[in-house]
């Protein structure tokens, strides 16, 4: 395959999704002060408008693989950036905490759906050699879509007050979305789904206009994997493998407490003594390291490997979280907490952050990709609105336990990783499957 000829329109098209998906997703840290005092909110009440949200993003996940697979990841992710945009401006212009809730639901629907299609879209367009890196950078873009809204958040602080302030913390999003759907419009659908659907004319098309390579002899690779395919349907007697290990990588995600960490970001800092606008500045600290690290974690995928990186990260976010834990249970050591969460940020950001997307988008045959996606993001997403909800209300008691529990989870993912993870490096979509079954 012409690899270094690749259009990178395509690919930097479906990556800015993430762009919105790390927005939307750090965004509610800027804004969870305001709504507690505009609303009055207990910690129950705020765990509960942050984490409902996320009840779109589970839906969204589990709700876009089947549609995904028969109209195209493309196709789909138009819709996703349509709702993207009604997301931003009704939560903008939101009278009301229900109202709010509303719109936020459709964004989480747009971050559900973005999670599972953009990856999948990418990995299908992208040479297996430079697989990890192109679909890494969704994973880019969702941290800087984190950054974004970070420096967002601190520069309207510094210039806005009152309920205003929130309201354009929030709409903001609006701009990039339209840019998501504009660039949508002008890229072709997946030759390997076309050709998957019968429709080979339009896969030579859509192959001459990504610049893929030769399609004729693309066309009779993507033929003859799904001669070795397993069949249309996702069945846990044929996919068994794939499916553990989707709900297993996506599980340990978000037991590392990232997105407890992201959301509460403020709340964190404020608990060891800061002020809100040194919390703010410290969560810009946070999202450049994020930034950086996952930049490395690119450059380093393809040529490393998945395993290796999730085995680092597992090691080191450990060891990171412990220490936060023993901040809180001490009640001394303030000063370690900013470094503490930046090699947190860091060991995450090369290792599950760099690795989670990419992987979910390799282990499933092109017939079930996108349903096998939906699974692995579901699962994300279903145990993230968990841990948004639960961590406000367990930190209240004992700010320490959260962080002592992500960081034994971190240990059991070390252990699960080493003993059943297969390595899936360098190894085309076409004979994943047999990679995977046979590990």
Same mark, same amino acid.
């Given at each position: 395959?012409?690899?270094?000829?690749?259009?990178?329109?395509?690919?930097?098209?479906?990556?800015?999704?993430?762009? %919105?998906?790390?927005?939307?997703?750090?965004?509610?840290?800027?804004?969870?002060?305001?709504?507690?005092?505009?609303?009055?909110?207990?910690?129950?009440?705020?765990?509960?408008?942050?984490?409902?949200?996320?009840?779109?993003?589970?839906?969204?996940?589990?709700?876009?693989?089947?549609?995904?697979?028969?109209?195209?990841?493309?196709?789909?992710?138009?819709?996703?950036?349509?709702?993207?945009?009604?997301?931003?401006?009704?939560?903008?212009?939101?009278?009301?905490?229900?109202?709010?809730?509303?719109?936020?639901?459709?964004?989480?629907?747009?971050?559900?759906?973005?999670?599972?299609?953009?990856?999948?879209?990418?990995?299908?367009?992208?040479?297996?050699?430079?697989?990890?890196?192109?679909?890494?950078?969704?994973?880019?873009?969702?941290?800087?879509?984190?950054?974004?809204?970070?420096?967002?958040?601190?520069?309207?602080?510094?210039?806005?007050?009152?309920?205003?302030?929130?309201?354009?913390?929030?709409?903001?999003?609006?701009?990039?979305?339209?840019?998501?759907?504009?660039?949508?419009?002008?890229?072709?659908?997946?030759?390997?789904?076309?050709?998957?659907?019968?429709?080979?004319?339009?896969?030579?098309?859509?192959?001459?206009?990504?610049?893929?390579?030769?399609?004729?002899?693309?066309?009779?690779?993507?033929?003859?994997?799904?001669?070795?395919?397993?069949?249309?349907?996702?069945?846990?007697?044929?996919?068994?493998?794939?499916?553990?290990?989707?709900?297993?990588?996506? %599980?340990?995600?978000?037991?590392?407490?990232?997105?407890?960490?992201?959301?509460?970001?403020?709340?964190?800092?404020?608990?060891?003594?800061?002020?809100?606008?040194?919390?703010?500045?410290?969560?810009?600290?946070?999202?450049?390291?994020?930034?950086?690290?996952?930049?490395?974690?690119?450059?380093?995928?393809?040529?490393?490997?998945?395993?290796?990186?999730?085995?680092?990260?597992?090691?080191?976010?450990?060891? @990171?979280?412990?220490?936060?834990?023993?901040?809180?249970?001490?009640?001394?050591?303030?000063?370690?907490?900013?470094?503490?969460?930046?090699?947190?940020?860091?060991?995450?950001?090369?290792?599950?952050?760099?690795?989670?997307?990419?992987?979910?988008?390799?282990?499933?045959?092109?017939?079930?990709?996108?349903?096998?996606?939906?699974?692995?993001?579901?699962?994300?997403?279903?145990?993230?609105?968990?841990?948004?909800?639960?961590?406000?209300?367990? @930190?209240?008691?004992?700010?320490?336990?959260?962080?002592?529990?992500?960081?034994?989870?971190?240990?059991?993912?070390?252990?699960?990783?080493?003993?059943?993870?297969?390595?899936?490096?360098?190894?085309?979509?076409?004979?994943?499957?047999?990679?995977?079954?046979?590990?």
């Amino acid at each position: 395959m012409a690899t270094r000829s690749l259009n990178p329109n395509a690919v930097v098209a479906a990556a800015l999704g993430g762009l %919105l998906f790390g927005f939307d997703t750090a965004v509610i840290a800027g804004v969870t002060d305001a709504l507690r005092h505009s609303f009055g909110l207990s910690p129950v009440a705020l765990g509960s408008a942050v984490s409902a949200a996320l009840v779109g993003t589970l839906i969204g996940a589990l709700g876009t693989g089947a549609p995904g697979d028969r109209y195209g990841s493309r196709t789909m992710l138009l819709w996703v950036a349509i709702a993207y945009v009604v997301s931003a401006v009704g939560s903008a212009a939101s009278g009301g905490l229900a109202m709010l809730i509303g719109f936020r639901f459709i964004g989480g629907l747009a971050i559900g759906g973005s999670s599972v299609l953009a990856p999948v879209y990418i990995a299908e367009i992208s040479p297996a050699e430079r697989r990890g890196l192109l679909v890494g950078s969704f994973q880019l873009s969702i941290v800087a879509g984190i950054l974004a809204a970070y420096v967002s958040n601190f520069l309207i602080g510094r210039v806005i007050d009152g309920e205003l302030a929130w309201r354009l913390k929030l709409g903001v999003a609006a701009l990039p979305a339209l840019l998501f759907l504009a660039m949508l419009l002008r890229i072709p659908q997946s030759p390997r789904w076309l050709v998957q659907k019968g429709r080979e004319a339009e896969a030579r098309e859509a192959i001459r206009q990504l610049s893929m390579g030769d399609p004729d002899r693309l066309i009779a690779q993507f033929r003859a994997g799904e001669d070795q395919g397993s069949g249309a349907r996702l069945d846990w007697r044929r996919h068994h493998k794939p499916i553990l290990l989707a709900v297993a990588i996506a %599980l340990f995600n978000q037991l590392s407490g990232i997105n407890a960490i992201l959301y509460y970001l403020g709340d964190i800092f404020a608990a060891a003594g800061f002020s809100g606008l040194s919390a703010d500045l410290q969560s810009v600290a946070i999202g450049v390291a994020n930034l950086v690290a996952t930049l490395v974690g690119m450059a380093v995928i393809d040529r490393i490997g998945r395993k290796p990186l999730l085995l680092t990260g597992a090691a080191g976010t450990a060891a @990171a979280l412990a220490a936060v834990a023993a901040i809180y249970t001490s009640g001394t050591g303030q000063v370690w907490l900013l470094p503490a969460l930046i090699v947190f940020i860091l060991f995450f950001a090369i290792s599950q952050g760099a690795v989670i997307w990419v992987y979910l988008s390799e282990i499933f045959p092109t017939a079930v990709r996108a349903r096998g996606q939906a699974i692995g993001s579901a699962t994300h997403w279903g145990m993230n609105a968990l841990i948004a909800f639960g961590f406000p209300v367990v @930190a209240q008691h004992m700010q320490a336990l959260p962080f002592w529990f992500f960081a034994a989870a971190m240990v059991v993912q070390f252990i699960v990783v080493w003993r059943y993870f297969p390595e899936t490096r360098g190894i085309s979509l076409e004979t994943m499957e047999e990679a995977v079954e046979g590990s």
